[in-house]
Structures are given as structure tokens and as C-alpha cells.
């Protein structure tokens, strides 16, 4: 291997070995949680609410959970990791190390990519298990979980970089973060809302990326599906060019 590939392993080995050692509460906590919506939506709605458009409400739900696993954990691993590294003095060591800020975003990113697809798969293998969940369209679920990963692994990249304390973190998750993946349409259908929460519902970005999902499992999909990847394609790519000139310029970063 090259010089530059090595640095980016040495990276992303870090990475994951960091929330692998604690797999309890990076991986085990957010499994459980995700365990819990299927059991009480499954059990508890699912015999009230049997069908939306079609689809039997459980199987409705899953791929919005499945979605929210990736997203919330790929963010939780890269908002903490950054911040954590800037009370260490970590990053800027590694900052002025031979490893480009490329590489050093990159292994970030893959490794939050890499916690928020294991809980996602496993959230996956839970729900075939307790449902018949299946996937109906492959060749969009696979960019879909791509891109949806990549972009809050970013999105956390950001938040960390800009938080000066752990509260900052756990504000962005709680009252940005969460309020846009609940409102974006995990437990229910936008279509079925009266006005003008469906329209407000069309403005939350979140909706599409859980329309992408779901599509990708069940078929069923309240948007354009080329459109939603080409947008999602372009903002993961904006994201991670901006925060690449953030690292370049170190900023809040080297102080």
C-alpha cells in the first residue's frame, strides 16, 4: 500500500476502534431502542392502523426506522469524536500530521458510516426476524443508505466542528436533528395530512431521504425518485466540500 493509504487505514481503524470499544453503548443502546418502536408500533397501532396505501403499517414504518438508525448514529459518531478530539487536543495533531485533511475527513466520515450501517443492519436483521420485511428495489436502496449515511456523517462532522461543548451537540440532535426525522414521515404518510402540515412536511428535507428508503424496501414512494438521489447526491457532495475547506483552514480547529 501506498503512504497515503496507510495514513487513511490508520485513520479509520482508530475510528472504529473508538466506538467499538464501547459497542455497548454506541451499538447495543441504539439497537435496543430501535427494537422497542417495532415492538410497541407493531403491536400497539399495528392492530389499529392495518394498511397505509396499501402496505401493512409495521413494514410501513421499518425502513423509516432502518433510516433513522443509520442517520443518528453516523451523526452521534462524528459530532462526539470531533469534539472530543478538539478537548484532547487530538485533531490538531493530526491535523499537522502528514495525513491531508482529505484523508482525515474521509476516515471520519467512513467511520461514522460504518457505526450507523452496523446499526442499521442489524436493525434489518431484527426486522426480517420479527416481520417479512424484504427489499423491492435494490439499485435505489443501496445509494440511498450510501448517501444517507455519508450525509449526516458530514452533517455531524459539522456540528462538531463548530460546537464548543458537548451541549451544543446534544441540542443539535435534540431539537434539530430528531424533530426533522420524526416529522419526516417515518410513522406516517404525508399524503394523509391535511394542510398545511403536508406541504410544511414537503419542506423538511429528512422526507425525502425516508421516501428513498422506503421505496427501496416496499416499493411506496411520495416523490420523485431520480430527482430525490440527484438532490441527495448533490448535497452530500456540498457538505463534504465545505467542511474539507473548514479542516483545510483548521478552522476551530488549531485554536
Same mark, same amino acid.
Given at each position: 500500500?501506498?503512504?497515503?493509504?496507510?495514513?487513511?487505514?490508520?485513520?479509520?481503524?482508530?475510528?472504529?476502534?473508538?466506538?467499538?470499544?464501547?459497542?455497548?453503548?454506541?451499538?447495543?443502546?441504539?439497537?435496543?431502542?430501535?427494537?422497542?418502536?417495532?415492538?410497541?408500533?407493531?403491536?400497539? #397501532?399495528?392492530?389499529?392502523?392495518?394498511?397505509?396505501?396499501?402496505?401493512?403499517?409495521?413494514?410501513?414504518?421499518?425502513?423509516?426506522?432502518?433510516?433513522?438508525?443509520?442517520?443518528?448514529?453516523?451523526?452521534?459518531?462524528?459530532?462526539?469524536?470531533?469534539?472530543?478530539?478538539?478537548?484532547?487536543?487530538?485533531?490538531?495533531?493530526?491535523?499537522?500530521?502528514?495525513?491531508?485533511?482529505?484523508? #482525515?475527513?474521509?476516515?471520519?466520515?467512513?467511520?461514522?458510516?460504518?457505526?450507523?450501517?452496523?446499526?442499521?443492519?442489524?436493525?434489518?436483521?431484527?426486522?426480517?426476524?420479527?416481520?417479512?420485511?424484504?427489499?423491492?428495489?435494490?439499485?435505489?436502496?443501496?445509494? =440511498? #443508505?450510501?448517501?444517507?449515511?455519508?450525509?449526516?456523517?458530514?452533517?455531524?462532522?459539522?456540528?462538531?466542528?463548530? =460546537?464548543?461543548?458537548?451541549?451544543?451537540?446534544?441540542?443539535?440532535?435534540?431539537?434539530? #436533528?430528531?424533530?426533522?426525522?420524526?416529522?419526516?414521515?417515518?410513522?406516517?404518510?404525508?399524503?394523509?395530512?391535511?394542510?398545511?402540515?403536508?406541504?410544511?412536511?414537503?419542506?423538511?428535507?429528512?422526507?425525502?431521504?425516508?421516501?428513498?428508503?422506503?421505496?427501496?424496501?416496499?416499493?411506496?414512494?411520495?416523490?420523485?425518485?431520480?430527482?430525490?438521489?440527484?438532490?441527495?447526491?448533490?448535497?452530500? =457532495?456540498?457538505?463534504?466540500?465545505?467542511?474539507?475547506?473548514?479542516?483545510?483552514?483548521?478552522?476551530?480547529?488549531?485554536?
Amino acid at each position: 500500500m501506498s503512504p497515503g493509504q496507510i495514513r487513511f487505514f490508520s485513520l479509520l481503524r482508530r475510528e472504529i476502534s473508538r466506538f467499538m470499544k464501547i459497542k455497548k453503548q454506541t451499538l447495543g443502546g441504539p439497537l435496543l431502542e430501535t427494537f422497542l418502536y417495532i415492538t410497541v408500533f407493531g403491536g400497539a #397501532l399495528g392492530s389499529r392502523i392495518k394498511e397505509l396505501h396499501g402496505i401493512e403499517y409495521i413494514l410501513f414504518v421499518i425502513p423509516g426506522l432502518i433510516m433513522m438508525s443509520l442517520a443518528t448514529n453516523a451523526f452521534t459518531n462524528n459530532s462526539s469524536s470531533i469534539l472530543q478530539q478538539k478537548f484532547l487536543g487530538a485533531i490538531h495533531d493530526q491535523l499537522s500530521s502528514p495525513a491531508s485533511p482529505r484523508e #482525515l475527513l474521509l476516515a471520519l466520515n467512513l467511520g461514522g458510516f460504518v457505526r450507523g450501517l452496523i446499526v442499521a443492519a442489524l436493525t434489518f436483521i431484527v426486522s426480517v426476524v420479527l416481520t417479512n420485511l424484504g427489499v423491492a428495489h435494490v439499485l435505489v436502496l443501496i445509494p =440511498a #443508505l450510501f448517501l444517507v449515511g455519508f450525509f449526516f456523517a458530514n452533517l455531524g462532522v459539522l456540528i462538531g466542528v463548530r =460546537a464548543e461543548q458537548f451541549d451544543d451537540v446534544a441540542f443539535a440532535q435534540t431539537f434539530v #436533528l430528531q424533530p426533522l426525522i420524526f416529522l419526516g414521515g417515518v410513522f406516517y404518510s404525508a399524503s394523509l395530512l391535511p394542510q398545511p402540515f403536508e406541504t410544511l412536511t414537503r419542506f423538511n428535507p429528512v422526507f425525502y431521504m425516508i421516501s428513498l428508503v422506503r421505496y427501496g424496501f416496499v416499493g411506496f414512494s411520495e416523490v420523485n425518485i431520480p430527482v430525490a438521489l440527484a438532490a441527495l447526491t448533490a448535497a452530500t =457532495a456540498a457538505l463534504f466540500l465545505f467542511n474539507l475547506r473548514l479542516f483545510q483552514r483548521g478552522y476551530k480547529l488549531r485554536s
